[in-house]
Structure formats: C-alpha cells, structure tokens
C-alpha cells in the first residue's frame, strides 16, 4: 500500500479509506510475524499469522452493531510461498498428491515441486480452520443473520502444471481463484458459471448492501447470480506479467527488477481463452470446454477459432 518498505507502517492517510487498520506494507513471514498496531506500535504476537489475523478480525467485530454497519478485511498471506505450514497441518505427505493431468513427470520427480505442493495444502487447510473459526464467531455472536461474507484470492499457482511455478501466468492455475459468497438472502449452495472478475465486485456488493453504486464505477452487478438468476456476462479481461524475475532466488527477487516482465492480456470467455503478448502475438487460444487443462494451443488452427 506504501511503497516497497517491509514490513512498513502504513500511515491514515495512506490506507485507502479504512478508519482501522492493523498490519504491515508488505512481506511473507508467517510464523515470525509482525504488525503495526493502528496507531503505529510495532507488535511481534509470537503465533501463526493467519492466526494472529483472525483474533483481531473478532476482536475489532466485537464493537460493531446493527445500527452500525462495517466492511471488514481480512488478508491472509498463506497459501503463500514459503510452503511451510504450522504444527498440526503438516501431515500431507508425497504420497497423498492427486497430480493434475497437466504436470509432466519431470516435476512429479522434482523434490522441491513436490515439497511446495505437499505444504500448500497444509497452508490451505490451516487457513480454511481460520475462516472456519470467522464463521463460528459470526454464527454465535448472531452477526451472520446480516453480514455478507465473500473468500477470494489474488491468484493461484501453478505447481508443475504445463512444467511451470509459481504466478503470473495466463493458465488456470494461476489465473483462476476462488470465489465463494455467503449471502443470507441468497440462494445457499449453489454453484454459477456466471464469469466474474475483480472489477464487478465492488457494484455487485454495494448493490447488495443497498448503497448506491457511483455510474463513474465499472464492473457489473452479479448479484442477481447469487439469488439464483441467470445473469449474461461474454467474457472477462485479465491480464498479468511473465514474470522473469522468478528464476532468481526468492531472497533475490526483490534485487532483480531489471529483468524484463513480459506482459500478456487475456479474454475468457464461457468457452474459450485467448492471451497475447504486449506486442499482440498470440500466445495462446484455448477451448475451455473441451481442453479445460489446456494441453492444446489452438493458436495455429485456424480451424479452430471461434467465430
């Protein structure tokens, strides 16, 4: 949020609207971690970050009222390289891997893939106990009768798919993330393959909340999808880097900004996927439906494209 300073005390006017804030700028240390209070203290809590974030996320719910409303963020670091997760959530084991059909052998044989995969799942189950522990305090304090609870990502990984790691790549793995809404006048338990991004989600939300939505704001109201309605949307845009940089060490990373970062742009479409380069060379044209781990580029078919 300010600037490249790790971990970096955030100062008001710097937090984009938030009236309390308790974190850092930036960093990756989950089982050391630190934050700076809101008025500044830098404070060491000495247990997993996750955590850590979840008690203040109750602590700070604990004032709020019917008749005073909150939006509330809660942003947890894991699943995040290092994949090293906590006492307890360390127990999936080589053998236990499910592997996609789109990694090849050569990283199923490679230690460190295996290892990073083996810890993320550990990180995504100690995670999933944190929110479990959100939803049973909004449960028991009665605050889920009118709150709107919404778990997404920034990105995915892609863990030896198509023999690659790590983000910033135009595949599925990287680019799709989860989003998962509890609504409580929505329709429970149902799945939409209504396209969504992160853009439409500030108008969806704010329709739902009953605030009016600026006409300056792009992105879409979804929210109608999650009452069960249909709702038509033709594609979304994503775009990202393939990102050099990450063939050097991860404590290098941050010393190798002159590498180059390619950019790529995408369209998704129900059907179909197409990333090109920042020149426009076509990098990719995927049929979703039938090729949905992406192991055909039809980039060359003419045959192949949509009309």
Known sequence: LDGSARPGFVPPARRLGYDYFAGFNRGHVYHEPVYFSDDGELREPGIFEPT??????????KGPTETDPFFLMVSYGPPHMPYVPPEGFDRVRPEDLVWRPNVPDSSRADDEVVADLCGYYGLCEAVDAEIGRLLDYLDTSGLAENTIVVFTSDHGDMH?????????????ESLGIPLIVRDPGGAGGRE?????????????FLFLCGVPVPQTMMGRDLS?????????TDCVYCEGHLNIRETAEPDERDTVSELPCLDWRCVVTSHHKLAVDCTGQV????????DPYELRNLADDPSALPL
């Open 160 to 172: 030896g798919s198509h023999g690659m790691r790590y983000k910033g790549k135009p595949q599925e």
């Open 283 to 290: 990098l990719s044209l995927i049929d979703l439906v039938e």
């Open 224 to 232: 109608p999808a999650l009452a069960g309605q249909d709702v038509a």
């Open 52 to 61: 850590c974030q979840t008690d203040l996320a109750m602590d700070y719910m």
């Open 192 to 204: 939409t393959d209504v396209l969504a991004g992160i853009v439409d989600m500030p108008s969806s």
